[in-house]
């Protein structure tokens, strides 16, 4: 069986409503939208825009090895490809001749040893990825509990938050991507 690529899910911008429930937040990190794909000891890197056919495996080749040490067979996390030198390093990372080193933060996982789990709450899907051995340059994207924006720490590199409900799904669109509600960004500006 293989899995993916798949629509990946979308923030709503946030406008100040009230939010009701058990909420996190995550920096929103200005980088390109990215899932990897574990099935038959293959990995695979593809962008979020499945109508362009961004199928970045063999460009991203360098980084396979090291999927495959902490990834389960038939996985699929979502993520966000960035660089040391921030969103203008990004393309350097699909040239032969890199001049910049790679940071791939995971935030989600929706296939996890070949059971989609979308329809499991996101506490549950965060459990299965910090019980992940992941090795860099991939890292679990750090989170919060969401107390209110006066509690609110972010980077400097950050250009914004992901507000998330803790009980949430995450819903795989057929045609395009699904637009949550229980997904809500807010940025502060891009640098």
């Known amino acids: 069986m293989k899995i993916g ?9 946030y406008f100040g409503e009230e939010l009701v429930g058990e909420w996190i937040y995550e920096e929103k990190i200005d980088g390109w939208r ?20 961004p199928n970045w495996t063999e460009k991203l080749s360098y980084l396979k090895e090291i999927a495959m040490k902490f990834l389960p067979q038939y996985t699929l996390i979502d993520c966000e490809l ?3 030198k921030g969103r203008k390093g990004i393309p350097s990372l699909f040239t032969k001749n890199r001049n910049v080193k790679p940071i791939i933060y995971i935030f989600d996982i929706v296939f996890f040893e070949n059971e ?28 919060n509990f ?25 819903l795989v669109g057929n045609q395009a991507p699904i637009v949550t509600i229980d997904w809500k960004k807010l940025k502060y500006g891009y640098k």
Do not use: H
């Open 82 to 84: 960035y660089s040391e």
């Open 34 to 53: 990215m899932q990897v794909i574990k099935y038959k000891n293959q990995i695979e890197f593809w962008g979020r825009r499945l109508e362009k056919n």
């Open 5 to 13: 690529p798949i629509w990946l899910m979308q923030p709503i911008p």
């Open 146 to 170: 969401f107390m209110g924006f006066s509690d609110i720490k972010i980077s400097k590199d950050a250009e914004g938050i992901i507000l998330k409900n803790l009980n949430s799904f995450y």
């Open 116 to 143: 989609f789990i979308g329809l499991k709450e996101l506490k549950d899907r965060k459990k299965i990825l910090s019980e992940l051995k992941i090795i860099e340059p991939f890292y679990l994207l750090d989170y």
